[in-house]
């Protein structure tokens, strides 16, 4: 940033980074940790995501601006130290502009499980597409780490096992989900939680698992996420925030112009 320019987000955007944060907690797939971001419309660069802070307790003043180095944009304040998974995704994939990063429960047993994968096996979760890849940090780092990707380094390391996939497992830790906004990557961290609970309902009854087909994934996809706004409006609902046009949907965008500075 040089001279007077101003850090600044659309407060539409503002307002779904806060929501995320607030309906990802509420939904239990952040507690006290795990955090959410959005890269900027306009300076594509760079991204937004709160200072150190609970997800639950985040509010507009506490999103903070990022390069992709993960070098803070003007600010000094104390930022989460995993903050590089969302710099070399932005910076690996150009498709996507919302990214999670959570310890959701019952996804932390398909980072451990040997011979066992996440799989799409219910019709809300063909996002999955087929197995999830899996990063494994010892192979970066040998053993002993504190498993946190808490470096440029480690996160494009993450960032290639992510590949052009929906999602990541991270081994011994947790789920790094992308979307192609804030609000799919919401419904997509969500709804793998549910679908790992499902299919662990399912090993237990029989080793015989019947998954969704490539097909079945790419159709139920198609259809499901353009319902997402469906679901955001009800979480939203349960979090007391008003429902809103998705402000990185471009056939809504226009109208919302109007520009808050978040972090002042
Ligand atoms: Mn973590």
């Known amino acids: 940033m040089t001279g007077r320019e101003r850090l600044m987000l659309t407060a539409a955007l503002a307002g779904d980074l806060v929501d995320a944060n607030h309906i990802l907690f509420d939904r239990g797939i952040v507690d006290g940790f795990g955090h959410v971001s959005a890269r900027d419309p306009d300076h594509k660069?760079?991204?937004?995501?709160?200072?150190?802070?609970?997800?639950?307790?985040?509010?507009?003043?506490?999103?903070?601006?990022?390069?992709?180095?993960?070098?803070?944009?003007?600010?000094?304040?104390?930022?989460?130290?995993?903050?590089?998974?969302?710099?070399?995704?932005?910076?690996?994939?150009?498709?996507?502009?919302?990214?999670?990063?959570?310890?959701?429960?019952?996804?932390?047993p398909f980072t451990v499980a040997k011979g066992v994968s996440l799989r799409p096996v219910c019709h809300m979760c063909g996002f999955l597409r087929k197995e999830a890849p899996l990063f494994e940090i010892r192979e970066c780092v040998g053993d002993g780490s504190n498993l946190l990707i808490s470096d440029s380094r480690l996160g494009a390391a993450l960032a290639k096992s992510l590949g052009e996939e929906p999602l990541v497992l991270m081994r011994g830790h947790g789920i790094t989900v992308a979307g192609a906004?804030?609000?799919?990557?919401?419904?997509?961290?969500?709804?793998?939680?549910?679908?790992?609970?499902?299919?662990?309902q399912a090993m237990a009854l029989s080793p015989d698992v019947v998954y969704l087909s490539q097909a079945e994934t790419d159709n139920a996809n198609a259809t499901i996420d353009s319902q997402l706004d469906r679901a955001w409006n009800l979480w939203k609902q349960q979090v007391g925030a008003p429902a809103r046009p998705n402000p990185q949907n471009r056939s809504t965008e226009i109208g919302d112009r109007q520009r808050v500075d978040p972090a002042r």
């Open 181 to 200: 906004n804030v609000r799919q990557a919401v419904f997509r961290s969500i709804y793998a939680e549910l679908n790992a609970k499902i299919q662990m």
């Open 45 to 108: 660069d760079r991204f937004w995501i709160s200072r150190n802070l609970a997800p639950g307790m985040v509010t507009a003043e506490d999103l903070m601006c990022f390069d992709l180095d993960g070098n803070a944009v003007d600010d000094d304040r104390t930022s989460y130290l995993e903050r590089y998974i969302h710099a070399e995704i932005y910076r690996a994939r150009r498709d996507v502009h919302g990214v999670v990063h959570n310890h959701s429960p019952s996804v932390i």
